[in-house]
């Protein structure tokens, strides 16, 4: 054998690195589920609509349903050093600038996330059930809560709440790299109005309270980004860089 085959190769390197984060992720969010476990019946009186009854159809709905929820706030409270980890393993793959700007947005996506989560909390999920009440309703069927499915579908609607609030990060951040100009953001700006407005009113639906507590943070984080963007943009042609 050559001296080469004694080096290690680089993509053992990175499966080594991916490897050693992922465990470590995975056990802050061991740890983090098993705090939320001693929490859980905290959050279950937290997640508990107000004058509706929860009913569990089977022992497992219990156990399950604690579970996930557990799960859930450890995945919220693990989601810093997760996202830190994974700015770890990209790092040598930027540039400093790069680097540098990737490591600013990890509070902010935290933050944002936490925003739009609240927001799901507070204005998209009891609009979503209030539609299905009447939908419910208007067939003439009763509603039965159970604790496993309607605190399914509170996650998943959280989930994708918080997962929306992070594009304006994606965008900021792919405008400091010089892959989103200005000029490409103003002419989809029609769209994306439409795009907001008629997300927030199927998930509003009927509500108008609802609807624009919902699609006005939205349109003020999208001009929010454009300007930053804007920002981002001039000083990359002020620094001669791009």
């Known amino acids: 054998m050559g001296p080469e085959s004694d080096r290690p190769q680089p993509w053992r390197e990175h499966l080594a690195e991916l490897r050693r984060r992922l465990i470590w992720s995975l056990v802050v969010l061991l740890g983090m589920t098993v705090a939320a476990l001693v929490l859980a019946p905290v959050f279950f009186r937290w997640l508990r609509p107000p004058g509706i009854e929860w009913y569990a159809f089977s022992p497992m709905d219990t156990l399950a349903t604690f579970l996930k929820v557990s799960l859930a706030f450890g995945f919220f409270l ?31 996506s935290f933050a944002l996330f936490l925003v739009g989560v609240a927001l799901g909390y507070a204005v998209l999920f009891p609009a979503l059930v209030r539609a299905l009440m009447r939908l419910n309703a208007f067939l003439g069927l009763e509603l039965v809560l159970g604790v496993r499915p309607y605190l399914e579908l509170l996650v998943r609607v959280l989930l994708a709440a918080g997962a929306v609030f992070e594009l304006p990060l994606v965008m900021i951040f792919l405008a400091s790299v010089g892959l989103l ?13 439409f795009v907001l407005i008629v997300a927030s009113w199927l ?21 929010l980004s454009a300007l930053l963007i804007r920002l981002a943009f001039r000083r990359r042609v002020a620094s001669g860089v791009g």
């Open 78 to 108: 693990s989601l810093p050093f997760v996202l830190y980890q994974i700015w770890a393993f990209v790092r040598p793959g930027l540039t400093e600038r790069e680097a540098r700007a990737a490591l600013r947005l990890i509070p902010a």
């Open 181 to 193: 100009p200005p000029e490409r953001l103003k002419k989809s700006r029609p769209t994306a109005y």
């Open 203 to 223: 998930f509003a639906p009927g509500d108008w309270v609802s609807f624009l507590l919902l699609v006005l943070p939205l349109l003020v984080l999208y001009e």
